[in-house]
């Protein structure tokens, strides 16, 4: 016969004094359920000959019900130690007859289930209490269409629990409240949806499935540590799921897009006017978040305004150079600062020394050394931002000059735009139309021909295996004068036309690169995209979106990029009054530099990362080695850029197959969880900006 209330209610009377809080005594007796294994082990040593009655289990058992009586300095329910001590000492005394008394076995074999006072119902509602709409504030409201339904909710521990729906409803404009959003009306009978940001559970299913808001955290970190993608996350939470449903690759983009759609729009201040087609599809919902918080590109907004130790320092002038004990005399862009030519480059060093790219028009022939400080005026700061190229790219349509999306992303060829063309032969500029229907030549025996020998050379071709080739090819002694790897094309000529040079629409095309522009310490500042080539105008069109002219006063000082002197003397050749050239020096990275022609003036003398005559005395720091030898490092990371882009590297396979509007939702994800932990890194070294590197700043020179 199962226990009663009356039951309970003697419990309370005979181990609890009068004045013991509810919640205290309740607590104490839903801990005897935790309790049982340790009363199961001391009654299998009592049967043991020569057993004590108080074993080591039993003195345990009673030292921790003491402990849940009294509870911690915290909980505003806990007991005196004398009351505790006494509680505890009357239930395990009896503790064998409140075991029996609750349902357990008496007879001493082991119970087939633990005890459990079973779990508290589990209710999914809005957390409003009012109608944010409507100007008056109305209660909500629950009405007889909007039944409490039933759904399942994927706790934190991962496990399925049966939850029960509830729906509020403003009577005066209509509006839906749901757990993590609400819905309302707008013209034309159409309904538009906003968030919930700091919801507790996500919907993950239009067919009744929730998440724990817990399990979205989960799944950010695993992101981070593990760079696990929404279809291993699935792939592990079924592992760990005792039952079904087990959680689909499209439930776990579902999570991963409603957690992130909240905290992107946080991040981008964009969350109070944001809003989307009520109940819209994951597709729907990236490609509204992304448009809103940047598309093809963007700008993380607190990292424009960032700085630390690491990336901004206090301006130096060349008195300090010579106070810290550096020789000027050495000439600034002297053949100490190129890098000596390496061996199998040495046909180069044979070449005539010219001028293969001379100075601009309008450019000084000589470095004009640094100024010092104006007197009266303040020292000031300087920061330093590192750009660079990664070839981490998604489909587009097949045609060279259009950059619009692909229709199919599965095997579509072409967007909207050109999708008449799926209907004409794919050699270009043949124009006739296919043989059949999903075919891609027309009826040329040659080209069909010459399309069959470019299906048997790349159709297997993968991901995986080109990156295998490419490792085969860095093993091997590189030729004089090649230093990058490449794919080689061994296809036929067609009419004349060598097989490499054949321009065909047979698959989609990629973008070009991802541009990645960061401050030295490593903070991610903001991205855009190549879709040709790492052209000098596309690169500059994407620092002009980072820092637009309302915010040219937030330029670094420095800009690294491994190709800078072409960037610069793209910039002076366009428009020699360009606001880059007067607020933003533009030089090489180090590992760059060595490579750079030292027949280029404009790069060495403008583009040096670390010129020891003086001219830049923020790039370089006067260090004295253990021997007393006096000498010059660099004042800053110039590889920031490489580095970020080797751990962009690990999300390489995942991003490449995804559309336009998830690969730059998913950008916008890694740039903010990594400009998280450079965050963290700073405040745990102690490197930031402190209240004396601004007197210094500060400081009248």
């Not at 040495?346 to 022939?365: C, I, Q, R, S, T």
């Not at 981490?392 to 060279?400: G, N």
């Not at 855009?528 to 040219?552: D, F, H, T």
């Amino acid at each position: 016969m199962p226990s009663t209330t009356r039951d309970l209610i003697l419990i309370l009377e005979n181990y609890f004094p009068v004045g013991t809080p509810l919640s205290r005594a309740l607590y104490v007796l839903s801990s005897l359920t935790a309790l049982w294994p340790l009363w199961r082990l001391h009654r299998r040593q009592t049967q043991d000959p020569r057993q004590p009655r108080l074993t080591g289990w039993s003195k345990g058992l009673l030292a921790f019900l003491t402990g849940i009586a009294q509870g911690s300095e915290a909980d505003e329910d806990g007991l005196q130690v004398e009351d505790a001590r006494e509680i505890g000492e009357d239930i395990h005394a009896d503790i064998q007859l409140l075991y029996e008394l609750l349902g357990v076995d008496s007879s001493g074999n082991d119970p087939s289930t633990p005890i459990s006072l079973g779990s508290n119902p589990l209710i999914l509602c809005s957390p409003r209490l009012e109608c944010t709409l409507c100007p008056t504030h109305p209660s909500l409201r629950r009405i007889k269409r909007h039944n409490a339904q039933s759904v399942k909710v994927l706790t934190a521990e991962m496990k399925w629990r049966e939850a029960t729906l509830f729906i509020a409803h403003c009577a005066a404009c209509k509006a839906d409240y749901y757990p993590d959003s609400f819905t309302y009306r707008v013209e034309g009978h159409k309904r538009r949806q906003q968030f919930e940001y700091d919801a507790a559970f996500l919907r993950i299913s239009k067919h009744g499935l929730w998440a724990d808001r817990r399990v979205a955290i989960a799944q950010d970190r695993a992101l981070l540590r593990f760079r696990a993608g929404w279809s291993n996350f699935a792939n592990w939470i079924n592992d760990l799921l005792p039952h079904s449903p087990l959680i689909t690759a499209r439930q776990s983009q579902r999570l991963f897009l409603e957690h992130f759609s909240r905290r992107l729009l946080l991040a981008h201040n964009k969350h109070l006017d944001f809003s989307l087609p009520a109940h819209s599809n994951s597709s729907d919902l990236a490609s509204h978040v992304r448009d809103v918080v940047g598309r093809d590109g963007g700008t993380l907004p607190t990292a424009l305004e960032h700085g630390c130790l690491d990336c901004t320092h206090v301006k130096r002038y060349h008195s300090d150079l010579v106070e810290e004990g550096l020789n000027l005399a050495a000439p600034d862009a002297g053949p100490g600062d190129v890098a000596e030519i390496a061996d199998e480059d040495e046909h180069f060093a044979a070449a005539p020394a010219v001028d293969v790219n001379p100075l601009p028009p309008g450019m000084p022939e000589a470095h004009v050394g640094q100024q010092e400080a104006i007197p009266g005026t303040a020292c000031g700061y300087v920061c330093m931002a590192v750009m660079d190229g990664k070839t981490i790219t998604h489909r587009k349509c097949a045609l060279d000059n259009c950059t619009n999306p692909l229709v199919n992303y599965r095997s579509g060829r072409f967007c909207q735009d050109h999708l008449d063309l799926e209907r004409i032969c794919g050699i270009i500029p043949c124009g006739e139309p296919v043989h059949s229907p999903g075919a891609v030549t027309c009826n040329s025996v040659e080209h069909r021909e010459w399309h069959m020998r470019w299906v048997s050379r790349f159709k297997r071709m993968s991901f995986p295996g080109v990156q295998r080739v490419i490792r085969r090819q860095q093993a091997q002694p590189a030729e004089p004068g090649g230093h990058r790897p490449s794919l080689h094309i061994d296809l036929p000529p067609l009419a004349a036309v060598p097989g490499d040079e054949v321009v065909h629409t047979f698959r989609a095309k990629t973008t070009y690169c991802l541009e990645t522009v960061q401050w030295a310490c490593g903070m991610p500042i903001g991205w855009g995209k190549c879709y040709r080539s790492e052209s000098m105008p596309q690169v500059r069109a994407i620092l002009n979106g980072i820092w637009p002219e309302e915010k040219a006063e937030l330029c670094p000082s420095f800009m690294v990029f491994d190709d800078a002197c072409d960037l610069l003397r793209h910039i002076v050749t366009q428009n020699p009054g360009d606001s880059w050239i007067q607020s933003t020096k533009f030089i090489v990275d180090a590992w760059h530099y060595i490579g750079h022609k030292a027949t280029d003036l404009l790069c060495r003398l403008w583009c040096n990362p670390a010129p020891r005559g003086g001219s830049q005395p923020d790039l370089v720091l006067v260090h004295t080695d253990g021997q007393g030898v006096t000498r010059t490092v660099r004042a800053f990371n110039t590889e920031t850029a490489e580095q970020f882009n080797a751990w962009l590297s690990g999300f390489e396979a995942q991003m490449r197959p995804m559309t336009d509007y998830n690969f730059d939702f998913f950008v916008h994800v890694l740039f903010m969880i990594y400009a998280e932990e450079v965050e963290k890194r700073v405040r745990k070294k102690g490197r930031e900006l402190t209240d004396e590197f601004w007197d210094d700043a500060e400081k009248e020179m």
